[in-house]
């Protein structure tokens, strides 16, 4: 039952660095979402995939880059990390045209 | 575009009372509309969601909500707490034009259930 993996749980890194976070689904989900969440607001979409080989920008893409390797897969990547990119980012999936279904447990990233 | 306002951040119950969270949005025609639970350290679970027809939608955890076009509210009830539910709460709102993906969600509801 595993459902949405993300990793790493936790990553601290330094203003410039780059960092991918991966996500896998294991549901043969159609789509799949990327998002931040930050204290007092709720969650903001930064990619979608709708299918393989699709991505689309969400409300906050700036200073990131998304890659649907395959179904399962769909990674989150941080070029130049800044400060205001702290935040807790969540992976999701659904079946195709759904809302977000399913949640993976979120990576905590701290930019310095 | 729409919005999803939550004005209660933070409520505290009895275990064993009932619970209505508050959900207001904005959007122009009729919404999709959702409630989300997220356990410390988790992710977002969906709890129910609001299409159309029937306006009192059933969810999971013994959990409802009522969509009232003339509020534009979706308001979460519980009739019985249990601690189990302490959580924090999302209500998110879809636009017709742009999918069920493209979801506003509000800024969350924390919910503290004493003994």
């Known amino acids: 039952n595993a459902g949405v993996t993300q990793t790493p749980k936790f990553q601290v890194l330094k203003t410039g660095q780059s960092m991918t976070l991966q996500c896998a689904q294991d549901m043969n989900h159609n789509s799949m979402y990327w998002y931040r969440q930050d204290p007092g607001m709720g969650l903001r979409l930064i990619y979608y995939s709708a299918s393989e080989g699709t991505t689309d920008k969400g409300e906050v893409p700036n200073g990131y880059n998304v890659s649907r390797l395959n179904k399962r897969e769909f990674s989150l990547r941080l070029e130049s990390a800044a400060p205001s990119q702290t935040s807790v980012y969540f992976c999701?999936?659904?079946?195709?045209?759904?809302?977000?279904?399913?949640f993976g447990d979120g990576t905590r990233l701290s930019i310095l | 575009a729409q919005s999803v306002t939550q004005p209660d951040i933070h409520i505290t119950v009895s275990e064993g009372a009932s619970l209505e969270l508050r959900c207001n949005y904005s959007y122009g025609a009729t919404p999709y509309l959702f409630w989300y639970v997220q356990s410390p350290g988790q992710g977002l679970q969906l709890l129910l969601k609001?299409?159309?027809?029937?306006?009192l939608v059933q969810g999971i955890k013994g959990f409802e909500a009522e969509f009232k076009r003339s509020q534009s509210s979706f308001n979460l009830r519980k009739p019985s707490v249990h601690w189990s539910d302490a959580a924090e709460y999302f209500c998110a709102v879809g636009a017709y034009d742009t999918g069920r993906r493209a979801l506003t969600f509000g800024s969350g509801t924390r919910l503290q259930v004493q003994p």
């Open positions: 999701a999936s659904s079946e195709r045209g759904q809302q977000p279904q399913h």
């Open positions: 609001y299409f159309s027809g029937d306006t």
